[in-house]
């Protein structure tokens, strides 16, 4: 049985993994063309910001949940 913790940490594994990919990808065909705004290279880059912006929620809902659970044993 998965606890809500592992799948939280089990999902930003893979946002981890997906956000380097893409930083790759970005990356490569930023050397290959000298046009930062390229319909190509723009796309890559919201697609990685949408991930970047995923990723921080989802960090952002394990620490509050942390901090509730650490609160609750408080009281």
Do not use: C, W
């Amino acid at each position: 049985m998965h606890t809500k913790e592992s799948i939280g940490m089990a999902k930003l594994q893979k946002l981890e993994i997906s956000i380097e990919r893409l930083r790759k990808i970005m990356h490569e065909k930023i050397q290959r063309q000298e046009n930062l705004l390229s319909p190509e290279i723009l796309t890559i880059s919201q697609q990685l910001d949408k991930l970047l912006n995923e990723y921080d929620q989802e960090v952002t809902k394990a620490k509050l949940a942390a901090f509730s659970k650490t609160l609750s044993v408080m009281l």
